[in-house]
């Protein structure tokens, strides 16, 4: 069964960074595309960036230059490591991956940039 945990959300000032994690089970990261995603009340969930089984990743405007992803296919794990934070990235962050055309998610972890 294939299950994903996020964690690294927390409580961040404006500028600050945090970096998520995504812990894959039941299937490898290394073979299966996966994305972060957030969401916030009322909105669509919208994608934050990507990253394909080649490595090749891709990033919404709104956070190009400012967040990386990447994966760690030794630890079964995917990252966003998000810097320059802004009061606007305040969201709950969700990851996913894409299995044999299946998508699946994690339950996802609540980030907050505030002062």
């Known amino acids: 069964q294939v299950q994903l945990v996020e964690s690294g959300g927390g409580l961040v000032q404006p500028g600050g960074s945090l970096r998520l994690s995504c812990a894959a089970s039941?299937?490898?990261?290394?073979?299966?595309?996966m994305g972060w995603y957030r969401q916030v009340p009322g909105k669509q969930r919208e994608m934050v960036a990507t990253i394909a089984t080649t490595g090749a990743t891709s990033y919404a405007d709104s956070t190009k230059g400012r967040f990386t992803v990447s994966r760690d296919n030794a630890k079964n794990t995917m990252y966003l490591q998000m810097n320059s934070l802004k009061p606007e990235d305040t969201a709950v962050y969700y990851c996913?991956?894409?299995?044999?055309?299946?998508?699946?998610w994690g339950q996802g972890t609540q980030v907050t940039v505030s002062s």
């Open positions: 996913n991956i894409l299995v044999r055309g299946r998508l699946y």
């Open positions: 039941g299937t490898a990261v290394s073979i299966n595309p």
